[in-house]
């Protein structure tokens, strides 16, 4: 069976148009994922979704080119995008935590294990949000206020503490206030 896979793979690289060198490196080389890297790589693009959430919906209430569209020029539907927006948050936080699952505390390093403890705190306040949320009817409903609240701190607390310039103490400080106190 290996000699079939080492076959098929060589053969995969005499059809490659690459040089010889790159060939024979391929050859030798396993390329290894560390799960440092893997996890920095999933907590950045978590950071990046849920900013990009974040900004469709500012754009939903602030541009006047999307004010205009009929799919958001009442107050009912931008409430359903916030609702919609609150679900997505809530899917792309659970998806981290479902992928950091195999990874025991001990094998994070510090940033990584701090973004995932105010992940937990950001899930939990977000649950606290959940059925107020559902039941709103106008747009400055304080459940919806927030809503906004809580996702801005969220993104904030998670960017600051992943950042590799952050001091020791801030991320300890932000962990403190943010999962322990009532917020940074």
Do not use: W
């Not at 060939?23 to 396993?30: A, D, G, R, S, Y």
């Not at 919906?57 to 205009?68: A, M, R, S, V």
């Not at 400055?140 to 904030?156: E, G, M, P, R, Y």
């Amino acid at each position: 069976m290996a000699e079939e896979i080492n076959n098929s793979q060589e053969q995969l690289l005499a059809r490659m148009p690459i040089q010889e060198a790159v060939k024979k490196e391929l050859k030798t080389k396993t390329v290894v994922y560390h799960p440092k890297d893997m996890v920095e790589a999933l907590l950045t693009e978590c950071i990046t979704q849920l900013t990009s959430n974040m900004n469709s919906l500012f754009l939903i209430f602030h541009d006047k080119e999307t004010q205009k569209l009929e799919s958001f020029n009442t107050a009912t539907k931008r409430l359903d995008a916030i609702k919609g927006t609150y679900n997505l948050f809530r899917l792309e936080l659970a998806t981290v935590i479902e992928c950091l699952e195999p990874y025991h505390r001990a094998s994070l390093n510090p940033r990584h294990l701090a973004v995932k403890d105010i992940i937990h705190e950001g899930v939990r306040r977000l649950k606290e949000n959940e059925v107020k949320l559902k039941k709103a009817k106008y747009i400055n409903n304080n459940s919806v206020t927030q809503f906004a609240k809580d996702i801005c701190l969220l993104i904030t607390n998670m960017h600051v503490c992943l950042h590799n310039k952050t001091p020791k103490k801030e991320t300890q400080r932000i962990i403190k206030e943010y999962c322990h106190g009532k917020g940074v």
